[in-house]
């Protein structure tokens, strides 16, 4: 049971270069998350999935879309990066409404 | 939407004491409470919760406590060790799945 799984881990991007970040849980978690953390900012919520085929936008959704073909997957695209979206970008999952989320290991993103 | 505020920013103890992180929130409709540690270069892990039913939670040296009507949640550790040191985050969160957290608190635990 790896739990949730991102890759990178590190990753540098040219302005206007574009890229997916994956995530991948094997929970059976039908809820999964994007967060970014910037300093002093804590964590804000990018996307969200209530289940395959579902999702939403959180706080800080522009320059950003997801998708949720399987349960166990939740990929977020970065269309034209910016500088503006140098991060720590999480990715969590919860079994259900309001439980404990588990966090990716992170991706630390720096756009130059 | 949810607005969550974190006090104090920082926070350095000596060993041994106690240490207390206060949130307040904004929105009324709030139910689950949650707290997570993140150790340096780690992911944040949840340490306790609480929720809206509830005006006290303990578990071990970790205590939370929920004013509803003032809207404000706290996070008290008892007998700070060097390991509590981390970057503790509150959060909040409606029936709609959408957490929204505060901006942290470093706390420091001096030996």
């Known amino acids: 049971n790896a739990g949730v799984t991102q890759t990178p881990k590190f990753q540098v991007l040219k302005t206007g270069q574009s890229m997916t970040l994956q995530c991948a849980q094997d929970?059976?978690?039908?809820?999964m998350s994007w967060y970014r953390q910037d300093p002093g900012m804590g964590l804000r919520l990018i996307h969200y999935?209530?289940?395959?085929?579902?999702?939403d936008q959180g706080e800080v959704p522009n320059g950003y879309n997801v998708s949720r073909s399987t349960t166990e997957d939740f990929p977020l695209r970065l269309l034209s990066a910016a500088p503006s979206q140098t991060s720590v970008y999480f990715c969590?999952?919860?079994?259900?409404?309001?439980?404990?989320?588990?966090f990716g290991q992170g991706t630390r993103l720096t756009v130059v | 939407g949810e607005n969550v505020e974190q006090h104090p920013s920082t926070l350095s103890v000596q060993e041994g004491d106690s240490a207390v992180i206060k949130c307040t929130y904004s929105?009324?409709?709030?139910?689950?409470f949650p707290w997570y540690k993140q150790e340096l270069g780690k992911r944040p892990q949840l340490i306790i919760d609480i929720r809206s039913n509830v005006g006290e939670k303990k578990d071990q040296r970790i205590a939370v406590t929920l004013n509803k009507t003032a809207k404000h949640f706290s996070l008290h550790i008892t007998e700070t060790q060097p390991e509590d040191s981390a970057v503790y985050f509150c959060?909040?969160?409606?029936?709609?799945?959408?957490?929204?957290f505060g901006a942290g608190t470093t706390v420091t635990v001096r030996a």
């Open positions: 929105d009324s409709a709030s139910n689950y």
């Open positions: 959060a909040a969160s409606t029936d709609d799945y959408k957490l929204s």
């Open positions: 969590a999952s919860s079994k259900i409404m309001n439980t404990e989320a588990f």
């Open positions: 999935s209530v289940g395959a085929g579902i999702t």
């Open positions: 929970m059976n978690h039908e809820y």
